[in-house]
């Protein structure tokens, strides 16, 4: 069973950093399209960064400038968060769509 697992969530400063992982376990081959959303308490969930099996890379208006999606190989991406805002705090979530897959979400705090 193929599952998705998060890392590096955490508190920084504004204007800090923080780099996101996500790797998918489990009997996956191939380059799949990959994608980081988030959501904040009370809003609905959006898009943060998506990077398909081509490498095409695809940002929320918002992260534009300051976030990088990359991948890592087939099965693992990361997402390199710059110069954090308060507004980015939000539970991040990875997801591979071709398999309806998100992970367990990682929580991140900007705050100072």
């Known amino acids: 069973q193929v599952q998705l697992v998060e890392s590096g969530g955490g508190l920084v400063q504004p204007g800090g950093s923080l780099r996101l992982s996500c790797a998918a376990s489990?009997?996956?081959?191939?380059?799949?399209?990959m994608g980081w959303y988030r959501q904040a308490p009370g809003k609905q969930r959006e898009l943060v960064a998506l990077?398909?099996?081509?490498?095409?890379t695809n940002y929320g208006d918002s992260v534009k400038g300051r976030f990088t999606i990359s991948r890592v190989n087939g099965k693992k991406t990361a997402l390199q968060m710059n110069s954090l805002k308060p507004e980015d705090t939000a539970v991040y979530y990875c997801?591979?769509?071709?398999?309806?897959?998100w992970g367990q979400g990682t929580q991140v705090t900007v705050s100072s």
């Open positions: 997801n591979l769509p071709s398999m309806d897959l």
């Open positions: 489990g009997s996956i081959f191939g380059i799949y399209t």
């Open positions: 990077i398909t099996s081509s490498g095409t």
